[in-house]
């Protein structure tokens, strides 16, 4: 495993890819020696090993389809590197297809004008004026400019420029660097955080402790946002997502719209213009005969 490590490292894989991709082989591994009870060993792996184990991630793990292709993904950039260093000769994963999904599930999950409104209200309650200033400002980085939340976990002060009003993403996701504009309601937000921010730290958004707040500990103090509001479907990318709605619904060209999220392909983008689920559940209840 750690030649397959230094391996992406060398392909220049950003940290994240490597997680998932290393994490995807563990938990296979580790499936495959409790269900099979033999030791594994990648020589001996077929495909209908590895189409036994999405059966199981779908079936008894109820895993959707996207979570499984990510996995899956990862499996086969494993089998593909021993096919190529020669520690095997059949690859099992080459004939082994992804999961259709759904255009339901396609969809992200953004939130509405109103569950935006809640969540920004939610936090706008919290007691401690620094949380409040800086979650208030994390949540606007991610709805008003389309930030990732390990893109806001990694900001420093040197990157936000309140005059030129902009905002700078040393290495965004496949380790890109942007310079994105920041609206009013951001710059506000972002402002206010300033004015009780008091650490001599580099990182723009720290913790109670005056350390840099991690991605993880943003997400766990939106999750206790979200379940406050009855949220309990929304994940802080959500909030990303739900930038891509907004100008969507404002009119704006999807081609814009694609390159202020930095997506890299225009598909991509238009999966905002396909109705969510509450869009569709709302449809539906609009011909109920029932009051």
């Known amino acids: ?45 077929t495909s209908l090993d590895i189409k036994d184990y999405i059966s199981w991630l779908a079936t008894s793990q109820k895993q959707l389809p996207r979570t499984i292709n990510k996995k899956l993904g990862g499996l086969k950039s494993y089998f593909n590197y021993l096919v190529d260093e020669e520690i095997i000769t059949v690859n099992p994963t080459a004939k082994v297809k992804s999961k259709k999904i759904s255009t339901l599930q396609k ?10 409104a809640r969540l920004l209200h939610c936090i706008e309650k919290n007691k401690n004026p620094l949380k409040r200033a800086r979650d208030y400002a994390i949540a606007q980085s991610m709805l008003q400019a389309g ?19 902009t905002l700078t993403i040393r290495e965004g996701k496949g380790g890109k660097m942007a310079i994105l504009p920041i609206n009013k309601d ?8 300033l004015e009780v921010r008091e650490s001599d730290e580099d990182a723009l958004f720290i913790s109670a402790k005056g350390s ?6 943003i997400q766990h103090q939106f999750r206790n946002y979200f379940d406050q509001i009855n949220l309990h479907d929304t994940t802080i990318h959500s909030l990303r997502h739900s930038f891509c709605k907004n100008l969507l619904d404002q009119g ?20 905002y213009v396909v109705p969510g689920e509450s869009a569709l559940r709302m449809a539906v209840e609009k011909i109920n005969w029932e009051d």
């Open 107 to 116: 969809s992200p999950r953004w939130l509405t004008r109103h569950e935006q």
């Open 212 to 217: 840099r707040l991690t991605e993880r500990g």
């Open 186 to 193: 951001l710059h506000k937000a972002l402002a206010a955080y």
């Open 252 to 271: 704006v060209d999807i081609t814009v719209v694609a390159q202020l999220a930095r997506h890299e392909s225009l598909d991509t983008t238009r999966g």
């Open 147 to 165: 930030l990732r939340v390990f893109e806001v976990a990694a900001l420093d002060l040197v990157d936000i420029d309140l005059r030129r009003k």
């Open 1 to 45: 495993m750690l030649d397959y490590i230094n391996f992406l490292q060398n392909e220049h894989k950003n940290l994240k890819t490597i997680e998932a991709y290393s994490k995807s082989v563990t938990e296979f591994q580790k499936w495959y020696s409790e269900t099979t009870g033999q030791e594994f060993h990648p020589e001996i792996i």
